[in-house]
């Protein structure tokens, strides 16, 4: 069974405090993404990365893919309070659907 | 807003009952999903679609059902229902089937009593 797993999975931090959530598998995936999702509503697609060791940035968020496709990193920078919600990273194997992790609760305190 | 739409945005029944939620992809995408988030299982991957057709399976339960019409819309059938199918419900599209970028509807919360 592929098995992706978030850590951690709680995380309260205050304004401006820097964090990184990861994502781990033993198993190889041809990409893979980050999902940003508040209570109440559908998750939102963040970022996709394909390429081994690919790292991407968006505003305050870093995104990076492990060399050997198997692992994920998601890093802010100065969090504020408006980035609380559930984290949710979900690889494509090469083989087989979509699968999520169980997610990263993060709350920001002004 | 991603443009996948879905109905209705709370639903509340009684066990032993039948709903049926609706999902409308984002304009041109062939694939749907169907998905279960619920606090304690987090989101489970329950039925795919491709272009009207029955593409995967994955934690779906027997009472469960769904279809997608040539409109490329999907619904899915929830029948028997028990205290634990309460949770939430989300659709998401994608243009094709494999490895494309899926994007979420907001979800139907379902409450079972």
């Known amino acids: 069974t592929q098995l992706l797993e978030q850590s951690p999975q709680f995380l309260s931090i205050q304004e401006g405090e820097n964090l990184t959530v990861y994502c781990n598998s033993s198993?190889?995936?041809?990409?893979l993404q980050w999902y940003r999702q508040e209570p109440g509503e559908g998750p939102v697609l963040l970022v996709t990365v394909v390429t081994g060791g690919e790292v991407k940035k968006l505003k305050r968020l870093t995104f990076q893919f492990g060399d050997a496709r198997k692992d994920s990193s998601l890093h802010i920078t100065a969090a504020q309070p408006g980035d609380t919600g559930l984290y949710l990273c979900a690889g494509f194997p090469y083989t087989g659907k979509l699968i999520f992790g169980q997610g990263t609760t993060l709350q920001v305190k002004p | 807003d991603s443009g996948v739409t879905q109905t209705p945005k709370h639903l509340i029944t009684a066990t032993g009952q039948r709903v049926t939620l609706r999902c409308s992809p984002r304009s041109g995408d062939l694939s749907v999903y169907w998905y279960q988030q619920s606090l304690d299982q987090g989101l489970q991957f329950l039925i795919q679609?491709?272009?009207?057709?029955?593409?995967a399976k994955g934690n779906i339960l027997e009472r469960f059902s769904a279809q997608q019409f040539p409109d490329l819309h999907s619904e899915l059938n929830l029948s028997s229902l028990e205290l634990g199918d309460s949770a939430l419900y989300f659709c998401?599209?994608?243009?094709?089937?494999?490895?494309?970028?899926?994007?979420f509807g907001p979800g139907t919360r379902l409450t079972v009593t």
């Open positions: 998401a599209s994608s243009l094709r089937t494999g490895a494309y970028e899926q994007y």
């Open positions: 198993s190889v995936f041809s990409s």
């Open positions: 679609y491709y272009n009207g057709e029955e593409r």
